[in-house]
């Protein structure tokens, strides 16, 4: 059974924050992604990444970073946290074009 | 215009009724078709996919039109665990295969 894992399912930051949002995947998935969903605007592609150390941007990756120093392992770094940031943020992994399996999401909210 | 459009709703049915949807997406060179679920608070889960000479599963039938560029969810006799958000899912047929997400149409199911 497919398993991804995020860090924590709600997190509150102080604008200027730096946050790191981990994801974790357990069945060995080349592909790796970071979307935010906000209401009326759906699932928004922020990066993803194809193997270890490699990255791509998506659709709105400005404000962000991403680190995949491991297979399993993929992080979204928030360099300083705004109030525009405040979303829900989701990772995914799939094999392929195979199924895309999230994360629980984390709720982050900036103050 | 977005790539992939849905009527948000919702759509108030009742028990045992036949609810459909329509999803229209703009890249004609969409290759990949797909409903997910999201159930409230919940990530988004794989429905079923949708091929180009339709398929059923179970309740669910999904179709797809290319000439018209649009696919569709039918859920035949509703139930309460039906209440949740479809999200139309196009694969953007990039050189990576990026999925595009729907922004959903929620489904309401009443007793």
């Known amino acids: 059974d497919v398993k991804v894992t995020q860090s924590s399912r709600y997190l509150v930051k102080r604008t200027g924050e730096k946050v790191f949002l981990e994801c974790v995947q357990d069945?060995?998935?080349?592909?790796m992604f970071w979307y935010r969903q906000d209401p009326g605007l759906g699932l928004r592609l922020i990066y993803f990444s194809y193997d270890v150390k490699m990255k791509e941007k998506g659709d709105i990756p400005e404000g962000y970073s991403v680190s995949r120093e491991k297979k399993e392992r993929f992080s979204l770094i928030l360099e300083s946290a705004s109030t525009n940031q405040t979303s829900m943020y989701l990772c995914?992994?799939?094999?392929?074009?195979?199924?895309?399996?999230f994360g629980p999401g984390t709720r982050l909210t900036v103050t | 215009r977005k790539e992939v459009e849905q009527d948000p709703g919702p759509f108030n049915v009742p028990e045992g009724a036949t609810v459909a949807f329509n999803c229209t997406y703009s890249?004609?060179?969409?290759?990949?078709f797909f409903w997910y679920r999201q159930d409230c608070r919940k990530e988004p889960k794989l429905l079923m996919s949708v091929y180009s000479s339709g398929n059923e599963d179970g309740r669910f039938t999904a179709q797809l039109n290319r000439a018209s560029q649009y696919i569709s969810l039918l859920i035949r006799d509703s139930k309460l665990s039906d209440s949740a958000t479809y999200l139309c899912v196009v694969n953007a047929n990039t050189g990576f295969q990026k999925l595009v997400f729907g922004t959903g149409t929620r489904l309401l199911v009443s007793p």
């Open positions: 069945m060995d998935h080349e592909n």
């Open positions: 995914a992994s799939r094999t392929g074009v195979g199924e895309q399996y």
């Open positions: 890249n004609s060179a969409s290759q990949s």
